[in-house]
């Protein structure tokens, strides 16, 4: 009974602030306290209590009232975190506080005249005329509110847990307080494990809400082209004026990396009982991510392995630097090995928990948040190479690997997912431009994972070809674009594949079949890209791992049509205009055709699109993959040479050239095939089919001598006489190995903001804090 007098005295309060027409003085406590003194309202009953349309009015009617009553919520907070909240009252009033500004703030940021509000230095209803001159050094309401947020997350008996020693009267000093005893985790740095509270974990949570809520005005502000941003409320949290950063960091990173959604393994135990813990990591992952950004558009440049060294992240009074931003420079200088293997186990562990397998249906938890924890992976391997390098010196990169198949697989079919699709290729992307991760994809495949893919016996390398061929053949059209990303993954890794499947290897040969048909290479401009990069993967295996492929080596003269085809295409105008007439019978991207589909993995369930009203995020678009990589060739010694840029057939050309349509005239027409002829005459002198149609000059009159000779027509028998064979001495001389390495740039930083900041708004529905809201950044699209 108590909870709804509670509720009405809270609701009676809102509908006086909207109907009152006469600024209410900061003054009048009697007023002001109804908000949060004698009320149990959960963020729920806040958001439903205080509708938009409510706040939009006080907004546009009674600015003074808005301003002081987020004023008098700020000093509220800030008390609290002065006195250290001894009182369960005083908890109750931090906590309704936090809540009103959790759901006030995005109505401040939705308005352009208000968003400066938060960092004028008047206190009160914003009078700036009537300020005194003793306010000048006063701190705008920004800084005094992230600094209370700070302290009170380091609250003993409220958010952590007490030290204090003495009876109950002796409160612990906030201001004295040192916060490197209070992380709330073991892990990096720390190495003690506090008892789990629950009533700790709820009251982090909301704090960290709210946070969350003041640094999202970045989603107010449209995407700035050059991703020269910065976030005023980051940039202070972040800073050294915040005493906490450090612990602060600390805490946030363990309580994600010690995560164990299972527990003890219970059947059904989630349905039980309510898992506060994952609540926390849920909202700590999303702080980490947008807090842990490049500034002012510039790369970030990690310091030296030895100043990392000398100055340790586990010791909280070790930094005298001033870097700009503390969360990203403490991330950039984990170097402890024990500290990798920490976050690294953890990440695994909970990206692949949606893909364990019980025999009890539905019996295990599911964690949501793996695209979260990918944006992490990502930031983690971006400001801290020495990880980068750690995750590729074992194989338990695989670890990373298998779940980011599994969710690329998964998502395919999904235009809502479309995120999720580009920050896998990435991922996958970055760890592709490193020998070791080509090296670690040789391990022989004995998960059972049960993905919509053919069943194959293999390795690793096997798992990519076989789920990136699934995704251009069976993805939605939007996916279109990554397909130069994809390829680019299977080159760079291909000159270290010791020994593909015969799954594998039919893949991409359907790949390039695929790719190679007219209407394909001329419907559009940068086309003929996907034809040279698998040539250039194939040229890799000949030449540096042919031992150990004759799966390949068979599947390409049983294709060999295909390559001469290839050196025989036709570059006359009727030709051409031939082969776009078909694509206008066949719209259809990739021939779904001649794939040879074979049984798929028993338990899997086929990529399905997304359900009819599922919000999505939009998304910049992405540059060309000459603008995210560069190139590197791979010296004898092993080490990389930059190679510098040039126009060559592998980077894009300055635009699309669209088949003609049937309204253009036929002067127009024959414009556009005269450009054809000239583009195709320019990059068919330069597929690389040297070493191919050596290769089967040499092999197929032995093939076919001995399938006369023996009567063979078992391909295992050809096949053990592919893996007898030699070609040393008979290919041309090797070429060198280039490696396309990820390079960041201002395109890849915006997309990175949007594609967060879009993750962070649909991912936070309970309360929904910035739906309906007028944001900037993307736009929420239903489909």
């Known amino acids: 009974m108590g909870n709804t007098d509670s509720k009405l005295k809270f609701r009676k309060a809102v509908i006086q602030l909207t109907t009152k027409t006469q600024p209410v003085e900061a003054t009048d406590d009697a007023f002001w306290d109804q908000f949060w003194a004698d009320t149990a309202t959960t963020v729920q009953d806040v958001f439903a209590l205080v509708p938009a349309a409510e706040i939009r009015a ?27 909240c001894p009182s369960e009252r005083e908890k109750q009033v931090v906590l309704n506080c936090t809540r009103i500004l959790t759901r006030i703030l995005p109505y401040i940021f939705e308005d352009q005249d208000w968003r400066g509000f938060f960092w004028s230095t008047v206190p009160g209803a914003g009078r700036v005329d009537e300020a005194d001159e003793e306010d000048d050094g006063a701190r705008p309401l920004a800084e005094s509110l992230l600094l209370a947020i700070a302290d009170l997350l380091f609250c003993p008996d409220f958010t952590v847990h007490s030290h204090r020693r ?25 190495a003690q494990s506090p008892p789990l509270n629950y009533i700790h974990d709820l009251n982090r949570t909301e704090l960290l809400r709210l946070l969350l809520t003041c640094f999202s005005e970045a989603m107010y502000l449209p995407p700035a082209s050059d991703g020269n941003v910065l976030n005023p409320w980051v940039t202070f949290f972040c800073s050294t004026e915040n005493r906490h950063t450090l612990p602060l960091f600390t805490s946030l990173l363990n309580v994600v990396c010690a995560y164990d959604p299972v527990g003890y393994g219970i059947p059904y135990n989630h349905l039980l009982f309510s898992d506060y813990r994952e609540q926390l990591v849920e909202q700590a992952v999303q702080i980490l991510i947008v807090t842990l950004e490049h500034e002012s558009g510039h790369a970030h440049r990690a310091p030296s392995p030895t100043s990392m060294d000398e100055q340790d992240v586990g010791d909280c009074h070790a930094f005298s630097t001033r870097p700009h931003n503390l969360f990203v420079n403490y991330l950039s200088r984990i170097h402890r090995e024990e500290d990798y293997d920490f976050v690294l186990k953890g990440l695994a562990r909970l990206l692949s928990n949606p893909l364990t397998q019980t025999y009890l249906p539905n019996s295990t938890k599911k964690i949501q948040f793996h695209q979260e924890l990918l944006v992490l992976f ?41 995120g999720l699709m580009h920050i896998g290729v990435f991922i996958l992307l970055l760890l592709s ?71 594998a290897a039919n893949k991409l040969l359907h790949l390039l079949e695929a790719f190679s048909t007219g209407w394909f290479l001329f419907s559009a401009a940068q086309n003929h890209h996907l034809v040279f990069f698998l040539l250039e993967a194939f040229n890799n295996i000949i030449q540096y791992q042919f031992d150990g492929n004759c799966n390949l080596v068979y599947a390409i003269i049983r294709k060999r049509s295909v390559f001469h085809q290839l050196a025989n295409l036709p570059t006359d105008s009727a030709s051409i205009q031939k082969a776009l007439q078909r694509k206008k019978k066949s719209p259809d991207t990739i021939s779904r055709t001649n794939s040879q589909e074979m049984v798929s993995m028993e338990g899997s369930r086929p990529a399905v699109p997304a359900e009819p009203g599922t919000l999505k995020a939009s998304l910049v678009a992405m540059p060309g ?159």
């Open 378 to 418: 990502w930031k983690l391997c971006d400001f801290n190479k020495k990880f980068l390098f750690f995750v590729l010196k074992s194989s338990d990169v695989l670890d990373i690997l298998v779940p980011i198949l599994y969710y690329l697989n998964d998502a395919r079919a999904d235009q809502s997912r479309v």
């Open 433 to 503: 431009g490193e020998r070791n991760f080509g090296v670690r994809l040789n391990k022989p495949y004995s998960l059972h994972v049960p993905m919509d893919i053919p069943v194959f016996t293999g390795t690793h390398a096997d798992l990519l070809i076989v789920v990136f061929h699934k995704i251009i053949t069976s993805g939605h059209q939007r996916l279109q674009p990554l397909f130069d990303c994809l390829l680019t993954i299977v080159v760079n890794v291909s000159p270290y594949l010791k020994s593909l499947s015969m799954v």
């Open 625 to 783: 993959i000459d603008k995210l990589t560069e190139k590197s060739q791979v010296s004898e010694d092993g080490t990389m040479v930059a190679v510098p840029q040039t126009d060559s057939p592998g980077s894009p050309e300055h635009g699309p050239v669209a088949g003609a349509s049937d309204t253009e005239s036929n002067s127009g027409r024959d414009t556009l095939i005269y450009h054809q002829l000239l583009q195709v005459l320019s990059w068919k002198s330069k597929l690389p089919l040297q070493t191919i149609m050596r290769l089967l000059q040499v092999l197929v009159p032995q093939v076919e001598k001995i399938c006369i000779d023996k009567g063979l027509t078992d391909e295992s028998e050809i096949l053990k006489f592919l893996q007898h064979g030699t070609l040393v001495g008979l290919l041309p001389v090797p070429h060198p190995i280039l490696i396309r390495k990820y390079q960041a740039n201002a395109g890849t930083a915006v997309w990175f903001r949007t594609y967060m900041w879009g993750v962070v708004y649909l991912r936070n529905v309970d309360p929904p804090i910035w739906y309906d809201t007028d944001v900037r950044l993307f736009e929420i699209q239903r489909m």
């Open 58 to 84: 006080v907004r546009e009617e009674s600015p003074s009232n808005l301003a002081t009553l987020c004023y008098k919520a700020v000093e509220k907070l800030v008390q609290g975190a002065e006195s250290g």
């Open 166 to 190: 003495g009876g109950p009267d002796s409160a612990e000093d906030m201001q004295s307080l040192d916060s490197c005893e209070y992380i709330w985790e073991a892990g990096v740095g720390f």
